[in-house]
Nanobody, 123 residues
Framework: QVQLVESGGGLVQAGGSLRLSCAVT????????MGWFRQAPGKEREFVAA????????DYADSVKGRFTISRDNAKKTVYLQMNSLKPEDTAVYYC????????????????WGQGTQVTVSS
């Protein structure tokens, strides 16, 4: 059974940092590109960041570029999202996903999704 379990969310003040983790079981982690999406209340789910199977290429939404960093540890079967300089508009449920394509497209998709972790940024 494939499982993607996110952790690391919470409440933080604007300007602060959080590190999200997504631990994956049940699939060959190194065979999947990974990504993060988020969904704020009343809004559609949106792309945040993506990373290829080896970590050699990454992609970021313009809104997070320069503040967020996606990385992965294939030995630990985990993908991370380091979030710095957080803003209230970053408040959302953050989801990780696994995709068999070269890189997770900004339009979404994904073969497997996690259940999400809440990030709340106070002003």
């Amino acid at each position: 059974q494939v499982q993607l379990v996110e952790s690391g969310g919470g409440l933080v003040q604007a300007g602060g940092s959080l590190r999200l983790s997504c631990a994956v079981t049940g699939l060959t982690f190194s065979g999947y590109a990974m990504g993060w999406f988020r969904q704020a209340p009343g809004k559609e789910r949106e792309f945040v960041a993506a990373i290829t199977r080896t970590g050699g290429s990454t992609d970021y939404a313009d809104s997070v570029k320069g503040r967020f960093t996606i990385s992965r540890d294939n030995a630990k079967k985990t993908v991370y999202l380091q979030m710095n300089s957080l803003k209230p508009e970053d408040t959302a449920v953050y989801y990780c996903l696994a995709d068999t394509r070269f890189i997770v497209p900004r339009t979404g998709g994904g073969d497997y999704w996690g259940q999400g972790t809440q990030v709340t940024v106070s002003s």
